[in-house]
């Protein structure tokens, strides 16, 4: 750092979330084929089929979110706009934490202290509002309500 002083542990975990995390991301969803029905990509993985899909025909709040970000990683991003859009608005939101983490490493910041220092409660709220509205937006096209085409 310019100023002599060591980073945080935190400082460092960050930037092996960012940098790691974002790395497995990309794999993974380059790894899966979206699914055409715009949700089920996970299923791809081993894991289940959305239970309430199953059940009652209608998507999860997460649902479409994996087939998003797949469809996002390949640069396909209207397609994976009309999947989920929160699926699409998080793929976008981990390359911003990883250039935001890049940038503070290099201009010299404790990423742990920076990260402290943010309005935790607002931006969850943001977060879970997005989500709502991209569950309200999936409800829409599974239910017939909203033809995308």
Same mark, same amino acid.
């Given at each position: 750092?310019?100023?002599?002083?060591?980073? *945080?542990? #935190?400082?460092?975990?960050?930037?092996?979330?960012? /940098?790691?995390?974002?790395?497995?991301?990309?794999?993974?969803?380059?790894? &899966? #084929?979206?699914? *055409?029905?715009?949700?089920?990509?996970? #299923?791809?993985?081993?894991?289940?089929?959305?239970?309430?899909?199953?059940? !009652?025909?209608?998507?999860?709040?997460?649902?479409?979110?994996?087939?998003?970000?797949?469809?996002?990683?390949?640069?396909?991003?209207?397609?994976?706009?009309?999947?989920?859009?929160?699926?699409?608005?998080?793929?976008?939101?981990?390359?911003?934490?990883?250039?935001?983490?890049?940038?503070?490493?290099?201009?010299?910041?404790?990423?742990?202290?920076?990260?402290? #220092? &943010?309005?935790?409660?607002?931006?969850?709220?943001?977060?879970?509002?997005?989500?709502?509205?991209?569950?309200?937006?999936?409800?829409?096209?599974?239910?017939? !309500?909203?033809?995308? /085409?």
């Amino acid at each position: 750092m310019p100023d002599g002083t060591k980073r *945080s542990t #935190e400082h460092w975990f960050l930037l092996l979330v960012a /940098g790691g995390g974002a790395l497995c991301l990309v794999a993974i969803a380059l790894f &899966l #084929e979206p699914d *055409s029905r715009g949700y089920g990509t996970h #299923e791809k993985l081993g894991f289940a089929p959305c239970l309430p899909m199953k059940l !009652w025909g209608i998507p999860c709040p997460g649902c479409g979110v994996t087939t998003s970000v797949a469809h996002a990683v390949r640069g396909a991003l209207g397609q994976s706009l009309r999947a989920q859009p929160f699926g699409l608005l998080l793929f976008l939101g981990a390359l911003v934490f990883v250039g935001w983490a890049g940038y503070g490493h290099l201009r010299g910041r404790d990423l742990g202290l920076t990260l402290r #220092e &943010l309005r935790w409660k607002r931006w969850a709220i943001w977060a879970a509002l997005a989500m709502l509205a991209g569950w309200v937006y999936k409800l829409a096209i599974v239910c017939g !309500w909203l033809d995308i /085409g």
